[in-house]
């Protein structure tokens, strides 16, 4: 049985920073692209980055490029998301998910091409 656990969210001023960690098990890590998405109170829930090798390239949505960096770890079965430099609209809960790799990059952008999906951890940030 596939478990995806979000932890190190929480409440922060504009301009902070926060780590987010997802510990992954009952899959093989490495064979999977893990990707972080966020659902704001009444939104729908957005792509915020994904990194489909441990030691490939990460995509990021527009609104966060130069602010977080995702990160994965095999050896531990974790992925991370450091969010620098933290605006009130970053706010929310966010989400780590895995899918095969293998698909091409757009596909990862689509929270539907996600199978695994943790409960959630939130972020508030105020201004």
């Known amino acids: 049985q596939v478990q995806l656990v979000e932890s190190g969210g929480g409440l922060v001023q504009a301009g902070d920073s926060l780590r987010l960690s997802c510990a992954a098990s009952?899959?093989?890590?490495?064979?999977?692209?893990m990707g972080w998405f966020r659902q704001a109170p009444g939104k729908e829930r957005e792509f915020v980055a994904v990194k489909i090798w441990s030691g490939g390239s990460t995509w990021s949505a527009d609104s966060v490029k130069g602010r977080f960096t995702i990160s994965r770890d095999n050896a531990k079965n974790t992925m991370y998301l450091q969010m620098n430099s933290l605006k009130p609209e970053d706010t929310a809960v966010y989400y780590c998910a895995s899918a095969p790799s293998g698909w091409s990059v757009s596909t990862y952008y689509r929270s539907d091409s996600y199978n695994n999906w943790g409960q959630g951890t939130q972020v508030t940030v105020s201004s």
């Open positions: 009952g899959l093989t890590f490495a064979n999977y692209a």
